[in-house]
């Protein structure tokens, strides 16, 4: 029965523990390079911390916090190139500001306003799905046609480990491996989907192991560990490029915070487990790794800390500024062929909305 306890040991890491266990490091990552991973993970945790505020005052809709999920999307893209494509969960709605989308588009997203709905082709970032693992074979798809087209990128797709559990995580990972699909398929196992735990998901050990039904390697990783988490994508990525086909990344980590701002999750977790999970996120835990490498100083932290918390308040300024939408917008682009009551359905409600 898949059961992952607290700091696990056969996890690939990179970030030691400052006391017993080593710090490690990446090969071909500069002191630039790491100090770019800690302004991405500021950047995600500030957005997220600010969302959760503006959740509060009333400024954003229902809201997926991602607290602690920063290393996997942070280490995750950084293996990536611009051309590469990005296909985010709900979980990973900011994923976007990594390839430097407006901070207003997101929010806005959240917001409820068309604002918040991009051109994927602009940033190489498909929508923000919803629905639980459904993007997987639009991954697998949009892989395999850079493959045919003899393009070198590739794509990659974070879904959660209530995910593993869906018909279409099968059909797109099957798919993948059959046709050798330059993808890499990341799994955030945060070990809850809602207030359904790891235990009552799967009867297989554990989530990489699903990767040997599908003839592809299923690599985990600790998913709280930004290195361990970019060589594992790196090398996933390299796999595709080189014509390899899919990987699997099972990067385990613990949601310690609600499932969003409409869950409440004393109802159903361990606190003690959360307050233990929370002494060991991924920012601190990688701050820590630079303060001992001698590249991270309270001051230079404390600047980081400060451009991201300024980028929000403009960004939520942004948001709040764009004009309210057309309600009539809802139904643009809704069908190729309106049903026959449409064009009334629509007269009326133009009369309703007084335009
Ligand atoms: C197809 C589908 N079924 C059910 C839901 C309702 N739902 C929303 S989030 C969620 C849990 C998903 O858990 P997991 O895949 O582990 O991702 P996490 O939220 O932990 O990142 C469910 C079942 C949905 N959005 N889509
Ligand atoms: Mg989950």
């Known amino acids: 029965m898949a059961r992952v306890l607290p700091a696990e040991s056969d996890l690939r890491r990179v970030i030691g523990d400052g006391e017993t266990v080593p710090d490690g490091e990446v090969e071909g990552l500069s002191e630039e390079d790491l100090l770019e991973l800690h302004r991405r993970l500021v950047l995600l945790r500030t957005y997220d911390e600010r969302s959760v505020v503006y959740h509060r005052q009333g400024r954003i809709g229902t809201y997926a916090i991602f607290w602690g999920h920063e290393a996997m999307q942070v280490g995750g ?54 629905p639980i693992g459904t993007h997987v074979p639009h991954a697998a798809g949009l892989a395999w046609g850079k493959k045919l087209r003899g393009e070198r990128s590739c794509a990659i797709a974070f879904f959660g480990d209530g995910a593993t559990s869906e018909g279409a995580f099968h059909e797109g990972a099957n798919f993948a491996a059959v046709m050798r699909a330059p993808v890499v398929l990341f799994c955030n196992n ?23 039904g599908y003839g592809i390697p299923g690599v985990r990783v600790d998913g709280g560990d930004v290195l361990a988490v970019h060589e594992a994508t790196r090398e996933a990525v390299d796999r595709a490029r080189a014509g390899e086909g899919p990987t699997l990344i099972e990067a385990v980590t613990y949601r310690c915070a609600p499932h969003a701002t409409a869950d409440d999750p004393t109802a159903y977790i361990d606190l003690g487990r959360v307050e233990e999970e929370r002494g060991r996120e991924c920012v601190g835990r990688y701050e820590a790794y630079l303060r001992r490498l001698g590249l991270l100083s309270d001051e230079a932290a404390e600047a980081v800390r400060a451009d991201a918390a300024q980028l929000m308040r403009d960004g939520v300024a942004a948001a709040e500024a764009e004009p309210p939408a057309d309600p009539l917008l809802l139904f643009a682009h809704a069908f190729a062929d309106p049903p026959a009551s449409f064009e009334s359905d629509l007269a009326e409600l133009r009369r309703v909305l007084g335009g």
């Open 77 to 130: 893209t950084y293996a990536l190139e611009d051309a590469d494509w990005i296909f985010p969960s709900y979980r990973e709605s900011a994923i976007g500001l990594l390839r430097g989308m407006p901070v207003s588009t997101v929010l806005s997203w959240w917001r409820g306003h068309p604002s918040g709905w991009w051109n994927p082709a602009d940033w190489n970032v498909a929508s923000i799905c919803v």
């Open 190 to 212: 945060n070990q809850w989907a809602i207030s359904t735990p790891l235990s009552a998901q799967t009867a297989a050990e554990t989530l990489a192991d699903k990767a040997a």
